[in-house]
């Protein structure tokens, strides 16, 4: 009897599944569309969580090769946690068909002051065939990368890439967000290749791109409220065309051109009238963001999918992926105290009171050096927010510990605290440590 309405309950949830399925592909059809929301089954939550918690290695190893096909199809009934699940348990079988690789994986070799340069250059000698996680090795450190190291590395290449002199991005004032130059060589392939990377490696590579970005590699339509979000300036131009009267158009004197470049042919001779405006501004954004950067975005492209050999990423909206990449920035401090746990020592010790008085004082720039010190890096993956992050809070055992710095375990998101003598000494060696520490080992 059991058995019977365990299968009526699955014929149950297949036939819900289809019909979400194709109210979900109407509702892509709509000019109006309702919420994605509208279309997640929560039972798929607790399906996949607890696939992700009985599967074994030898489990993994026998799911045929199109397996996860039918969850990408399904995507529409996932919420975002369970969409992170698949992407989860997908990680998990490309491991361990990769299992006979896990002795070579990959160590790149870096200079913590030139990590771009010799990740750029690493690249550019592997081949970049890497089946498996890449593993950071800082230069002169005794850090052994077990998930810290890595995260600081892409957080460190996050920062190079914004600044470096072969400009491959460029930062918009008015935004402060990055997109393509129209310069050339094999930077915009080796910078898809490490945004593919830190997906794999469950890293944060924070280049403040657009969502447009995350768009274009979901294949979907840019508009001109993608340009808003990069261009806030230059949209607003391109809306006054669309808003104004007949004789304020004629007034703006406009062609359609872009930066010297036809939009239509004959465009320098064609003027911007009431009658064909939008169609001059979608030209317009089309040229700003797809076909001027058009070779630049393939070769980002091509580098993402050889960086991210799997298709899971597929599943998500353009909003969930670029969290994905980017991290998140939802900082619930309080939440870090409240999952802490510790060894050698008792939430009611003098030194503990003291350390959270500390940090609840800290500024917001000092709580986000502070979490880049105890993780590597100051935006958390997606599923490691701070209100899923267990941080521990150690005993570090030293003759004088006034005389001590506190120590990070990036990997495991671990503060070792000496038990200094008073607040104000803690307080002065924690700033300190945050603020000058940028070396994994001991120092």
Same mark, same amino acid.
């Given at each position: ?188 392939? #080796?910078?898809? @290749?490490?945004?593919?990377? *830190?997906?794999?490696? =469950?890293? $944060? /590579? ?5 969502? &447009? ?13 993608? #340009?808003?979000? @990069?261009?806030?300036?230059? *949209?607003?131009?391109? =809306?006054? $065309? /669309? ?5 304020? &158009? ?194």
């Amino acid at each position: 009897m059991v058995a019977e309405e365990h299968y009526a309950a699955e014929k149950q949830f297949e036939g819900t599944v289809k019909v979400m399925e194709r109210l979900y592909e109407v509702n892509c059809n709509r000019r109006i569309k309702i919420a994605a929301s509208n279309f997640h089954i929560n039972r798929a939550n607790y399906m996949l969580r607890n696939m992700l918690n009985t599967l074994v290695y030898c489990d993994y190893l026998n799911l045929p090769e199109d397996y996860f096909d039918t969850f990408h199809r399904q995507s529409c009934i996932f919420n975002t946690e369970a969409k992170c699940i698949v992407y989860q348990l997908e990680l998990n079988y490309s491991f361990a068909i990769h299992g006979l690789l896990a002795f070579c994986v990959p160590t790149i070799h870096v200079r913590r002051e030139r990590a771009l340069e010799d990740a750029f250059r690493h690249l550019r000698q592997s081949g970049h065939d890497f089946p498996m996680p890449l593993k950071v090795k800082f230069q002169a450190e005794d850090g052994v990368d077990e998930g810290g190291v890595s995260l600081e590395f892409f957080s460190l290449l996050g920062r190079e890439l914004l600044t470096m002199e072969s400009k491959t991005l460029e930062v918009y004032e008015d935004s402060g967000l990055a997109w393509f130059t129209t310069s050339g060589g094999d930077e915009f392939y #080796l910078l898809g @290749l490490l945004c593919g990377k *830190a997906l794999y490696n =469950q890293c $944060v /590579l924070n280049l403040c791109f657009p969502l &447009v970005l995350f768009k274009k590699l979901l294949g979907l339509t840019t508009t001109l409220d993608d #340009l808003k979000e @990069l261009s806030p300036t230059e *949209a607003r131009g391109l =809306q006054d $065309v /669309l808003a104004e009267d007949e004789e304020s &158009v004629e007034v703006m004197d406009l062609v359609f051109m872009y930066k010297g470049q036809e939009l239509i042919p004959n465009g320098e001779e064609v003027p911007v009238t009431m009658v064909n405006r939008k169609k001059y501004v979608d030209l317009y954004v089309d040229m700003k963001l797809n076909k001027s950067v058009q070779i630049q975005f393939a070769a980002f492209e091509s580098g993402f999918y050889k960086g991210f050999p799997i298709q899971a990423w597929r599943m998500f909206l353009p909003e969930e992926l670029m969290t994905l990449l980017q991290g998140d920035d939802n900082y619930e401090w309080d939440k870090l105290r409240e999952n802490a746990n510790y060894q050698g020592y008792r939430p009611t010790d003098d030194i503990i009171q003291n350390f959270w008085r500390v940090f609840t004082e800290f500024s917001e720039e000092e709580k986000k050096k502070f979490l880049t010190f105890l993780t590597g890096t100051d935006r958390l993956p997606r599923g490691r927010s701070l209100s899923k992050l267990q941080m521990q809070i150690t005993f570090l055992d030293c003759t004088d510990p006034d005389e001590y710095y506190p120590k990070a375990q990036t990997c495991s998101a671990t503060l070792c605290l000496p038990n200094y003598s008073s607040i104000d000494t803690l307080q002065e060696k924690l700033l300190h440590a945050i603020t000058h520490c940028d070396v994994f080992g001991d120092f």
